[in-house]
């Protein structure tokens, strides 16, 4: 059978998901916590809301920080190969994708403030089909890979 | 009109030439229109004052009129050596010049005023997304004329002509295709909704008028009688519309092959035609609609890249083809596409058989243990349903019959599921509602994706998807619940890879060398 795809991404995605779930849940409490000024306001039961948006919040977090980034990380593995580029992914779900690369019509690099932090980029694979990614990779491997990608693209290309 | 061009090969220049005066009429009809909403705003809100809307509506036709005429007047073609030039614009002038081998369709249709008239609308259509150039009225002679010109131009480097039958629909298919289509549901959840807003308006109505018979008000609509007197009303009406809509849509349907290109032509009243280059359809998908499976019956749609019919669209390839016919059908339209795979696929697979490889092609179902996964989610779902139903209506817990067809469905699905592979093309098989055949090229998949649940997981199953390209961006087909060998087996058969080496029962492992060092 044909083996997984090999590579993983790089360790410091970790900290990077963690950092993104930290933002995410202080986010969702904020939000949380407007709508909860509001529900106290109208309604007697406001301590109960307080205790539901508290554990709503606090399990995200718990989530959000302290299990998926590593768990993320642990499947996470890619491979690029002479024609075909193979992604695996996914927590509940774990999904193997394979591209083509005939079918690659560009790749990109891309780095938000958060991978910037860290010195790690994304590798986006777009096809006629829509986009693929491969997230926090070092700046170094990302460009290194985009470069691959797209030369060998070009030659399968080219080898029609 | 500018005079003819004379007999015998077109010229290389031409004059510029205008538009039939009736293009004058429908782009003032078609700005006419654009005023509609401003004046339901004014007639809503001074629905007293008759001046403000006959103001109004005097603007409106005067605009209107000024714009139709202007931009008739400004609207110029003409083809020059190798071009189609298009001069345009009343306020904004727009020039296009459209390189003759760039033309990939030429769509000509044709709507109530245009028929009237006999004028024909011509679309002229490119590898960009959506219609360059668009002459809005030209008498049916020039339509040929320019039909040919570009065409000509454009077969100077193709092939010889060739051409098929045109399949058409017979007035018994249109019927009966009419009568089943699957646009029923639509409707009907539509008129569903408006009668049950109906039916407080009429509730209230009848009570007003029982108390003054003096008899005692009950909610009468609440009445099983009343009931099933408004669902039979609904399922009448809603079929006429869905019938009359359909027959309107495909009235006079036909399809030919030609040049490489397929020509679909349909409407009653408006009368389409739709090109699409073999060589840009990127998948098929055979409907078989839950009214048209028990006769046979399937509907036949191409996705193409950047040829939708309508945005985000799929096109009919064939709207109403008894099954029987379709492999016919297909290899006399598309015989690019090698349908071993489809012929593999089992008719009316008894459950829980052996895979069957049948005519070079590997088939694959969902094993037995697989039933549960198509029955657990839809009867889970069904019963919160029913519990809600229950607590919440008098016989809600009527809704539990759905169990029943629900099941049924279920079953169905896990017997009829099936992936067939054959050397170029892959034939995907799974039911929703509707039972979907999809044909995909291998050279057409984008990418392919084998996922699975913890669930999944457990049973040893995977769900395999396969996206290719389409005019609304892409589309995706999966198969759920196959063995997890069975869907890593077509994830490698979409590999490249996999076909370089030599048969594709053995492994195809790509060598270390060329693997990315990260």
């Not at chain 2, 590999?495 to 048969?503: E, G, I, K, L, N």
Request: charged residues 20%.
């Amino acid at each position: 059978m044909r083996p997984a795809p090999r590579h993983p991404l790089d360790p410091r995605a970790v900290s990077f998901w963690r950092l993104q779930g930290l933002v995410r849940t202080a986010l969702l409490g904020a939000f949380g916590a407007l709508s909860l000024a509001g529900a106290i306001v109208m309604s007697p039961a406001g301590p109960l809301f307080l205790l539901a948006l508290v554990a709503c919040v606090g399990l995200y977090g718990l989530f959000a920080l302290l299990i998926a980034p590593a768990w993320r990380y642990r499947v996470w593995r890619y491979d690029v190969s002479e024609h075909e580029l193979e992604l695996q992914h996914g927590l509940f779900v774990v999904s193997r994708t394979l591209i083509p690369l005939v079918r690659v019509q560009h790749v990109d690099t891309r780095q938000g403030p958060l991978l910037k932090y860290f010195s790690l980029s994304t590798v986006t694979v777009s096809t006629a089909a829509g986009t693929h990614e491969i997230p926090a990779l070092s700046d170094e491997v990302a460009d290194q890979l985009r470069d691959h990608i797209s030369a060998l693209a070009q030659r399968a290309r080219e080898s029609l | 009109m500018t005079d003819l061009p004379p007999p015998g090969r077109p010229r290389e220049d031409e004059a510029a030439r205008r538009l039939h005066p009736v293009a004058a009429l429908l782009s003032m009809s078609r700005s006419l229109r654009n005023f509609v909403p401003l004046v339901l705003i004014a007639v809503i809100t001074r629905p007293s004052e008759l001046s403000v809307l006959f103001g109004f509506g005097a603007i409106a036709i005067a605009f209107s009129l000024i714009e139709g005429v202007g931009s008739w007047l400004r609207f110029r073609y003409r083809v020059v050596q190798a071009e189609l030039r298009v001069e345009q614009g009343f306020l904004v002038r727009r020039r296009a010049f459209i390189p003759i081998d760039r033309i990939q369709a030429i769509d000509v249709s044709a709507g109530l005023i245009e028929r009237l008239f006999g004028v024909v609308r011509i679309e002229i259509k490119t590898a960009a997304e959506g219609t360059q150039a668009e002459l809005s009225a030209v008498t049916e002679a020039e339509a040929r004329r320019l039909q040919e010109l570009l065409q000509t131009r454009r077969d100077q480097q193709d092939q010889p002509t060739e051409r098929t039958p045109r399949y058409a629909l017979t007035l018994r298919d249109l019927i009966l295709g009419a009568s089943t289509s699957g646009r029923l549901t639509i409707i009907l959840s539509g008129f569903g909704w408006l009668y049950s807003r109906a039916e407080e308006v009429i509730d209230r109505w009848l009570l007003e008028r029982l108390e003054l018979i003096g008899q005692t008000p009950t909610a009468i609509s609440a009445s099983p009688a009343w009931i099933a007197f408004g669902v039979f009303l609904l399922l009448v009406v809603s079929w006429l519309v869905s019938f009359t809509t359909e027959l309107v849509r495909y009235g006079g349907f036909g399809v030919q092959r030609q040049n490489g290109e397929l020509r679909i032509t349909r409407g009653l009243l408006e009368r389409r035609s739709i090109t699409i280059p073999v060589r840009h359809i990127q998948a098929i998908r055979i409907v078989e609609g839950l009214l048209r499976q028990p006769l046979g019956y399937a509907a036949v749609l191409v996705e193409s890249a950047g040829h939708a019919e309508e945005k985000g669209q799929s096109t009919h390839l064939h709207p109403f083809v008894h099954k029987d016919r379709i492999v016919e059908l297909l290899s006399e339209l598309c015989p690019e596409h090698d349908l071993t795979a489809l012929r593999a696929l089992p008719t009316n697979p008894p459950s829980g058989a052996a895979p069957i490889g049948g005519g070079g092609a590997r088939v694959m179902r969902p094993p037995p243990r697989a039933l549960r996964r198509f029955l657990m989610a839809p009867v889970v779902l069904t019963l919160l349903a029913t519990g809600v139903a229950a607590t919440l209506l008098p016989n809600g817990w009527l809704v539990g019959a759905l169990l029943f067809p629900v099941a049924w469905i279920g079953q169905r699905a896990h017997r009829e599921t099936a992936v067939a592979l054959g050397d170029h093309l892959a034939a995907l098989r799974f039911r929703s509602l509707q039972r979907t055949t999809v044909l995909l090229q291998r050279r057409r998949v984008q990418s392919v994706t084998l996922s699975r649940s913890l669930l999944q997981r457990r049973l040893g199953l995977s769900t395999i998807e396969l996206s290719a390209a389409s005019g609304s961006g892409r589309r995706r087909f999966s198969v759920t619940e196959l063995d997890a060998a069975d869907a890593l087996a077509t994830l490698e058969w979409c590999a490249p890879s996999a076909r370089s080496s030599s048969p594709p029962t053995s492994p195809a492992e790509s060598p270390a060398a060329d693997l990315h060092q990260a």
